[in-house]
């Protein structure tokens, strides 16, 4: 199947510990995006990638982190620094150029016990 | 000044009335831009795009972008009670390909 792949769906997380969040994607797409939502809330950009071994630090990356050593996959890692992990993440990948519609895994929703 | 700004609503509609949704942003140099729907507890799904100033229709859906004013609307004609959700608009910026997510609009058809 073609499509973005995110796991796992529900992720628990004792305080103090680092947890990775998993990104796949098959659709040869060159960009990749990691957005946190809180309830009610719109999507707020952590990290972005546009091409394999670069990424850029979106408006919440503190806490956090991502690698993107290869072009599909874009794993990002929330840190014991995250104050308040507790969040629904989503993944986002779009080809290059003008048009770059995104489009989003089934996210992950992390809550901290 | 928030990068891409929405009224968080919700907007209440009678079914088969036309739901009108607003979204504004502050960077001139921004491209392209979009719509997507999000039905509670799942992933936005992308509805529209548009990327030059005018009007866009696709079945019941309208997108109009006014950059001058750096606006950008989406009319849904005919609302049915299933496209009761939350309505999120975003812009790519030109520089740095950044895309930035208002923090959307809800939306309820009533019957």
């Known amino acids: 199947d073609g499509g973005i792949t995110q796991s796992p769906k529900y992720l628990f997380r004792k305080e103090g510990q680092n947890v990775t969040l998993s990104c796949e994607q098959n659709?040869?797409?060159?960009?990749m995006y990691w957005y946190r939502q809180d309830p009610g809330q719109g999507l707020r950009l952590i990290y972005y990638s546009q091409i394999v071994n670069d990424f850029q630090k979106g408006d919440i990356a503190e806490g956090y982190s991502v690698s993107r050593e290869k072009k599909e996959s874009f794993p990002l890692t929330v840190t014991s620094a995250q104050k308040n992990p507790t969040a629904f993440y989503l993944c986002?990948?779009?080809?290059?150029?003008?048009?770059?519609?995104?489009?989003f895994g089934q996210g992950t929703r992390l809550t901290v016990v | 000044q928030k990068e891409v700004e929405q009224n968080s609503g919700p907007l209440s509609v009678p079914e088969g009335a036309i739901a009108s949704l607003n979204c504004t942003y502050s960077?001139?140099?921004?491209?392209?831009f979009f719509w997507y729907r999000q039905y509670s507890g799942k992933s936005p799904e992308l509805i529209m795009s548009?990327?030059?100033?005018g009007d866009k229709e696709d079945g019941r859906f309208t997108a109009q972008l006014n950059k001058a004013s750096q606006y950008v609307s989406l009319l849904i004609r005919d609302s049915q009670p299933s496209d009761s959700a939350t309505y999120l608009c975003?812009?790519?910026?030109?520089?740095?390909?950044?895309?930035?997510f208002g923090g959307g609009t809800r939306v309820l058809v009533k019957p």
């Open positions: 659709l040869n797409h060159d960009a």
């Open positions: 986002a990948t779009s080809l290059s150029g003008t048009s770059r519609k995104a489009f």
């Open positions: 960077d001139r140099g921004s491209q392209s």
């Open positions: 975003a812009v790519l910026k030109a520089a740095g390909n950044k895309l930035t």
């Open positions: 548009i990327y030059s100033n």
